[in-house]
C-alpha cells in the first residue's frame, strides 16, 4: 500500500511539474498579455525592489527553471542589473541555485520510482553516471546544445552525487554565464553604435563554446567509448 501510495505521489509531482512548465511556456510564448521576459523587462522589474533586488534577482533565478522557462535572459539581465563583474557572480549563484532546487525535486520525489524500474542498459547506464558522474555533467554544462532546464531534473534522477553535481555544474556552465553576462552589459552600447570589451568577449566566449561538440567528438573519450560500443554490436 505504501509503494502504490508513493508511486502515486511521485507521478502526481512529476505531472503537476511538467504541466506547470508546459503551460508557463505555452502562456508566454503565444499569449498577448503573457511572453519570455527580455533582459531589459527583467532588469527594470528587479530595480524595482530597490536594495532587495538582488535577493529578489537570485530567488527568480532559483525557482524560474523550475517551469522550464528559458534562463538565459535572467542572466543577460545580471549585466544590466550589476554589471558585468558582479552580474557574473549573481548569475553564476542564481543558476546553480536554479540547477539544485530541480535536482533536490527529482532525487526525492522519482528517484525512487526510476530505480525500482531500471533495466537492462539504463541500469548500466545508471551504474556508470554513479561512477563518472562528473563526466556527463561536465560535457551537458558546458555544452550549450543541452537544455539547462531538462538536465536540472534529468540528473536528479540518477545516481549522480549531490556535491559532484553541484560542484560541476557551477564550473561547467560558468563560460556560457560569463558569456551571456557580458552580453547584456554590452547591450546599451550596441544599441548606440558602439563596440565594447564586453561584448567582444562575450563573441569570443560563444564561439569556444560553439566548437566544444566537435571537439569532444574528436577526442580521445569520445572514440574510447564508441569502441566498446562497436564491439558489443557487432558481437
Excluded: C
Excluded at 528587479?46 to 523550475?66: D, Q, R, T
Amino acid at each position: 500500500m505504501l509503494t502504490v501510495t508513493r508511486q502515486k505521489i511521485t507521478i502526481g509531482v512529476a505531472v503537476l511539474v511538467f504541466g506547470l512548465g508546459v503551460i508557463a511556456f505555452l502562456i508566454m510564448e503565444f499569449s498577448d498579455a503573457f511572453h519570455i521576459p527580455t533582459p531589459d523587462e527583467i532588469s527594470a522589474w528587479v530595480e524595482g525592489y530597490g536594495a532587495a533586488g538582488p535577493v529578489v534577482y537570485l530567488l527568480l533565478y532559483a525557482f524560474v527553471p523550475m517551469l522550464f522557462v528559458p534562463s538565459f535572459p535572467i542572466s543577460m539581465a545580471a549585466g544590466l542589473l550589476f554589471g558585468p563583474l558582479w552580474g557574473t557572480v549573481f548569475a553564476s549563484m542564481g543558476s546553480t541555485l536554479g540547477a539544485i532546487i530541480p535536482f533536490i525535486v527529482a532525487r526525492h520525489f522519482a528517484r525512487p520510482y526510476v530505480e525500482r524500474h531500471l533495466r537492462g542498459r539504463m541500469k548500466d547506464l545508471d551504474q556508470k553516471i554513479e561512477v563518472h558522474g562528473w563526466i556527463y555533467v561536465a560535457i551537458t554544462r558546458l555544452i550549450p546544445l543541452f537544455p539547462f532546464e531538462l538536465l536540472n531534473y534529468g540528473f536528479g534522477l540518477t545516481k549522480v552525487r549531490f556535491v559532484t553535481y553541484i560542484v560541476v555544474s557551477w564550473l561547467g556552465m560558468l563560460p556560457a554565464t560569463i558569456a551571456y553576462v557580458f552580453f547584456g552589459s554590452s547591450i546599451l552600447t550596441v544599441l548606440d553604435g558602439t563596440l565594447s570589451i564586453e561584448l567582444v568577449v562575450g563573441v569570443i566566449l560563444f564561439g569556444v563554446l560553439a566548437l566544444l561538440p566537435l571537439v569532444y567528438r574528436r577526442s580521445r573519450y569520445f572514440k574510447s567509448k564508441q569502441e566498446p560500443d562497436r564491439t558489443a554490436s557487432e558481437a
